[in-house]
């Protein structure tokens, strides 16, 4: 019984490391398509939110069939319980890419990305990317190195996100209301993307170190 | 046992309650901040959702507790796992109406609501108080009239959202750039606060309605 509880686990956690692969493809495709106006990819990105979202509700029914089965206690349960919130975040991810990919279509043939936040735009692009791979890095390692590392590029990310709105509220912002928008909206995607990610490392870390007893951060 | 079971259920259920009435204290105050420029109001936002994590965690702690000892299956457990699935949306909820506060005390003394979108606004906050009570009455009595209502509600905001990109996108607005972002902020704001109060209703009306076999949406 114990066994199969452990392949069960594994079987949650490969999942997980699936998922996180595929929002780790996404965000490079939404990023791509955002920073090169590429609807092409945009659209690819589109349709596989899909996938992503079949995936995490079938990981959930899994989670919620080994709770009823198995009736795991202790740490085993908190493992279980934060399948479900990792599943959660991911498919939030997911979507963050679809919102970045969108706007990449919404304004196509004009670029999506404001001018004067070219730059800015490419790099927190860079940042979710590395970040979505450490992510499904540390789901398959649990190697709480890489939690910190999530962090410190979400601490990058936070700052090139209060450094759009410093932008286009600065005086030598020429931007029309359509640049505006789409720098106030793309900035929080990228934002909230990486703020996901840090949570569900926060989630793997208390885990990999024995703090599971401490209440979990929502 | 068993009834130890259902005291239980019903103590995650009155603490559902009091958490998605806090929720609507919280967005009733913040779009009252937001629209009068209240900072006094934005700032009792800010500590209530202290309130409200605190409340959400303690919540998903009593729900842990339960499938470790109780060990429910069927039904009970998918009220269970569904109920750490809403205290999760719940704290959403209170964050979207603390990001809607903060933009008021960010502004202050200025006015955060832009000229031409007044009576848009006001319309957006009422929906989502009116949302958030109805929400406090469907977990309070599972009437899944109200589900449907809250959907409907939804689709109003949704369509105001649309209407915000139009006016700030359109030939006649003059805003500053200030304006264009908070308008875009704003309008995202309470629209999330919404969806994830449908959120929380497609959950309760599967569990009142025997749907609850079917795999739950994320």
């Known amino acids: 019984m114990r066994e199969v509880f452990q392949l069960e686990l594994e079987e949650v956690q490969d999942r997980l490391v699936a998922i996180s692969e595929l929002v780790s493809i996404s965000i490079d495709n939404a990023t791509q398509a955002f920073n090169n106006s590429n609807v092409a990819l945009a659209e690819r990105v589109i349709e596989d939110d899909h996938r992503i979202d079949e995936l995490a509700i ?35 991810m997911g979507d963050m890419a679809e919102h970045i990919a969108q706007l990449a279509r919404y304004r196509f043939p004009e670029k999506a990305v404001p001018k004067g936040l070219r730059s800015t735009f490419a790099e927190m692009g860079r940042l979710d990317v590395e970040i979505a791979r450490k992510l499904t890095d540390l789901l398959r390692t649990e190697d709480v ?58 989630k793997v870390q208390y885990l990999a170190t024995g703090d599971w007893q401490q209440p979990l951060e929502a």
Do not use: C, M
Not at 58 to 67: G, P, S
Not at 70 to 87: K, W
Not at 163 to 176: A, H, I, R
Not at 186 to 198: I, K, L, P
């Open 58 to 92: 079938a990981l959930d029914e899994l989670a919620i069939n080994i709770l009823a089965r198995q009736q795991p206690v202790a740490r085993d349960l908190r493992i279980v319980v934060s399948a479900l919130r990792i599943s959660a975040s991911l498919e939030r």
């Open 145 to 202: 190195k890489l939690a910190e590392e999530i962090r410190n590029e979400d601490d990058k990310v936070d700052e090139l996100h209060v450094s759009v709105f410093d932008k286009v509220l600065g005086e030598t912002w020429k931007g029309e209301p359509v640049a505006t928008v789409d720098a106030t909206l793309a900035s929080r995607y990228h934002e909230r993307f990486a703020d996901h990610a840090v949570s569900i490392a926060k």
